[in-house]
């Protein structure tokens, strides 16, 4: 069984910043495409970022661009979201996504493109 366990979660005033971490245990899953999504409230669950299995390739949401960074030690089993300049509309829960191909597909956008979740980690950014 695959677990994958997010962190770093808070409430944070506009314009700051914070780390995310998503530790990837249990069976040897070895490292796979990796993605950070985020549901609000009443909203559907939208995609933030997917990095690929070595690092070199990241992909973001327009929204993103230019303030979050995703990145991964997969000596740690660990993905990172380090996100700054922090804005109230990036208040929601964040879940680390984990993908069984080898590769990013297509579906690197989609909640389908994943099959194992984290349970999240909240995000709260003040106005």
């Known amino acids: 069984q695959v677990q994958l366990v997010e962190s770093g979660g808070g409430l944070v005033q506009t314009g700051g910043s914070l780390r995310l971490s998503c530790v990837v245990s249990?069976?040897?899953?070895?490292?796979?495409?990796m993605a950070w999504f985020r549901q609000a409230p009443g909203k559907e669950r939208e995609f933030v970022s997917a990095?690929?299995?070595?690092?070199?390739?990241?992909y973001y949401a327009d929204s993103q661009k230019g303030r979050f960074t995703i990145s991964r030690d997969n000596a740690k089993n660990t993905v990172y979201l380090q996100m700054s300049g922090l804005k109230p509309e990036d208040t929601a829960v964040y879940y680390c996504?984990?993908?069984?191909?080898?590769?990013?597909?297509?579906?690197?956008?989609?909640?389908?493109?994943?099959?194992?979740w984290g349970q999240g980690t909240q995000v709260t950014v003040s106005s």
């Open positions: 996504a984990g993908s069984t191909a080898w590769i990013l597909g297509p579906r690197y956008r989609s909640k389908l493109g994943y099959k194992y």
């Open positions: 249990g069976r040897t899953f070895g490292p796979r495409p």
């Open positions: 990095i690929n299995t070595s690092g070199n390739m990241t």
